[in-house]
C-alpha cells in the first residue's frame, strides 16, 4: 500500500475518525489483495486456454486480467477512497458471471465463485457482504436452473449445481458468523481506545480537560494560518489561599469547592472555549478570537462569579480567584512565553491582594 496512506490516517486527532480511516485502509487493502488474487486467476485461465489453442477464450481472459491489472494501480494512485471497494466488487462481480458462463476453462469457472465469499465480506462486513453474496447465489441459482440459460455456454451437470449452491450458502453463512465475531470483538476495542482517550484527557475529579489537552489545542491554535486564524487569549486562574481553605475544613471541601469552581468557569465562558485544570488549584482558560481586551473582562466576570460561591457553603469561607490574562497570535511567540507571560501576571494579581484579575 501506498506508505502515505499509514501517514494521513495517524494525522487524525480523533480516535475514532482514526478507527474509521483504518478501516477503509483495510478495506482499499483487501480489494488490492482480490485484484492481485483476480489476474493470477484470470492470468493462469488465459494461459492454459492458449496451450490449449482456444485463442478467443485465451484473448479475453487476457484483456480481463489486463483490466484487473489496470484497476489494480488506479486504486494505488487513488489512495483511500470510499468507492474503491464498490468497483472492486463490481469488477470481481462481472468477472464472476463471465466464469459461470463461459466456464472458464474446462467448466472450472464456478469454482471460483467461492474465493469471493471471504473477500466480499471483509470488503463489505457481515450485513452488506452477506446480502451481496445471498443476492449473487441467487442470480447463480436462476441462471444454473432456467431452462437454456440465454449466455450460458458451460456444461455443469444437475448434482455438481446443486453441491456447488449448497457450499456456497453454507461457506457465506460460516464465513458471515466468524466476521460477525471480529466486528464486535473490533467494537469493544473502539469503546475502549475512546474510553481511554477520554479517561488520559479528562480530570477526574472536575471533569474538565487536563494540563495535557489544553497543551494540544494551544499548540493547534498557535500553528493556525495566521491569515485566517484570529489571536487568542489565555487567563491563568489561580484559587486564593486554598491550602488554608483545605487546612480548616478538609481536603474533601477543598475537592468539592474544586468542582465548583470547575463548574461555575464552564457556566460562563462559551462553547468554542476551553477550560482546563491546570494543575492543583490552578484553571487555564483558553478564548480562541478574543483579543486582550475581552480576555480581561471575562477574566473579571468569573472572578465576580468564584467570589460568589463563597456564600453559597455552610462554613463561614472566603473563595477567590486571581488571574493573570496574555494575548497571543499565531505564529507571532511561541506559546510557552505566551503561558509564563499569563503566569507572571496570575502571581502579581497574587502579590498586588489577590482576588483581582492582572492583564496589563
Ligand atoms: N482538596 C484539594 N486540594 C488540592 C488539590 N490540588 C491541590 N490542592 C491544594 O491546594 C493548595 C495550594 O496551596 P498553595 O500553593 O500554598 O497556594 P494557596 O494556599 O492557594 O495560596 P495562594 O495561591 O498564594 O493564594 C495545597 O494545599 C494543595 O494541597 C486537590 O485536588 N484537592
Known amino acids: 500500500m501506498n506508505p502515505g496512506i499509514v501517514s494521513n490516517a495517524q494525522d487524525l486527532s480523533s480516535p475514532m475518525e482514526l478507527a474509521r480511516q483504518i478501516e477503509l485502509r ?3 487493502q483487501a ?18 486456454a492458449l496451450s490449449d489453442n482456444e485463442i478467443l477464450r485465451a484473448s479475453v481472459l487476457l484483456a480481463i486480467a489486463a483490466t484487473v491489472l489496470g484497476s489494480y494501480v ?3 494512485k487513488v489512495g483511500l477512497s470510499r468507492l474503491t471497494p464498490v468497483l472492486v466488487g463490481l469488477l470481481l462481480l462481472a468477472l464472476y458471471f463471465y466464469l459461470l458462463l463461459s466456464g472458464g476453462v474446462n467448466n472450472t469457472g464456478l469454482m471460483w465463485a467461492v474465493t469471493l465469499v471471504p473477500g466480499f465480506i471483509n470488503l463489505y462486513g457481515y450485513r452488506a457482504g452477506t446480502g451481496t453474496l445471498l443476492a449473487m447465489g441467487a442470480a447463480t441459482a436462476l441462471i444454473l436452473f432456467y431452462p437454456e440459460f440465454p449466455g450460458l455456454t458451460a456444461e455443469y451437470d444437475t448434482t455438481y449445481r446443486a453441491r456447488f449452491l449448497a457450499v456456497f450458502v453454507a461457506l457465506t453463512v460460516l464465513t458471515a458468523l466468524l466476521d460477525s465475531s471480529r466486528q464486535q470483538t ?7 481506545t475512546l474510553e481511554l482517550e477520554t479517561r488520559a484527557s479528562t480530570d477526574a475529579l472536575t471533569g474538565l480537560l487536563n494540563r495535557r489537552e489544553a497543551y494540544r489545542e494551544i499548540s493547534k491554535l498557535e500553528s493556525r494560518d495566521p491569515k485566517q486564524a484570529g489571536r487568542y487569549t489565555v487567563l491563568i486562574g489561580d484559587l486564593d489561599n486554598f491550602k488554608t481553605i483545605n487546612d480548616q475544613f478538609g481536603h474533601a471541601f477543598g475537592d468539592r469547592v474544586l468542582q465548583d469552581v470547575a463548574w461555575v468557569l464552564q457556566q460562563n465562558t462559551r462553547v468554542g472555549d476551553l477550560v482546563s485544570r491546570w494543575g492543583g488549584e490552578e484553571f487555564l482558560i483558553l478564548l480562541p478570537n478574543t483579543d486582550l481586551e475581552g480576555g ?4 473579571e466576570k468569573l472572578r465576580e462569579k468564584v467570589e460568589a460561591l463563597s456564600d453559597t457553603y455552610p462554613h463561614q469561607v472566603q473563595i477567590s480567584i486571581s488571574f493573570g490574562v496574555a494575548e497571543g497570535s499565531p505564529h507571532e511567540q511561541p506559546h510557552s512565553r505566551l503561558l509564563a507571560d499569563a503566569d507572571a501576571k496570575m502571581y502579581r494579581a497574587k502579590h498586588d491582594g489577590r482576588n483581582r484579575v492582572v492583564a496589563a
Open 26 to 28: 483495510r478495506r482499499v
Open 31 to 48: 480489494s488490492g489483495y482480490m485484484l492481485l488474487f483476480a489476474m493470477a486467476i484470470t492470468g493462469t485461465m488465459a494461459a492454459i
Open 74 to 76: 488506479a486504486i494505488h
Open 186 to 192: 473490533q467494537q469493544l476495542l473502539q469503546r475502549l
Open 296 to 299: 480581561s473582562f471575562l477574566a
